[in-house]
C-alpha cells in the first residue's frame, strides 16, 4: 500500500481483522510486522491459533484464502489473497519479553 495510508490502515486492521479474529474462540493472538519498499509500505498480519478448527471458525470452508473487508480498496491495498498456515513447533522469548 501507499505509504500514506499505512497509519490509518494499521487502525483499520484492529477494527477489522484483529478485532473478528479476538473474537473467535481459540484465537491465541497476533503480530502485525511492517517494512517499507520503494514508496510503499508491507504488513504482514500473523495470528495464532490453537487449531485448525478454530481457523475454520474464522475463516470460513477454504482457510487457504484471506478473508477480505469491503473498505479495504481505500488504503489502495494489493492484497495477497493466499494465506500460509505453519504449524509453531518452538517459540523463545527472553525473560524481560514475558512480563
Request: glycine share 8%; hydrophobic share 35%.
Amino acid at each position: 500500500m501507499p505509504e500514506t495510508h499505512s497509519e490509518g490502515f494499521t487502525e483499520y486492521l484492529y477494527e477489522t481483522g484483529i478485532k473478528d479474529s479476538s473474537a473467535t474462540e481459540g484465537f491465541l493472538g497476533a503480530q502485525i510486522f511492517r517494512r517499507s519498499l520503494a514508496g510503499k509500505i508491507e504488513l504482514t498480519l500473523i495470528t495464532y491459533w490453537d487449531k485448525l478448527e478454530s481457523i475454520h471458525a474464522f475463516a470460513g470452508h477454504d482457510i487457504s484464502r484471506a478473508r477480505l473487508y469491503p473498505e479495504d480498496e481505500v488504503y489502495e491495498l494489493e492484497p495477497d489473497l493466499s494465506v500460509q498456515h505453519y504449524e509453531v513447533i518452538e517459540h523463545q522469548f527472553s525473560a524481560e519479553q514475558r512480563g
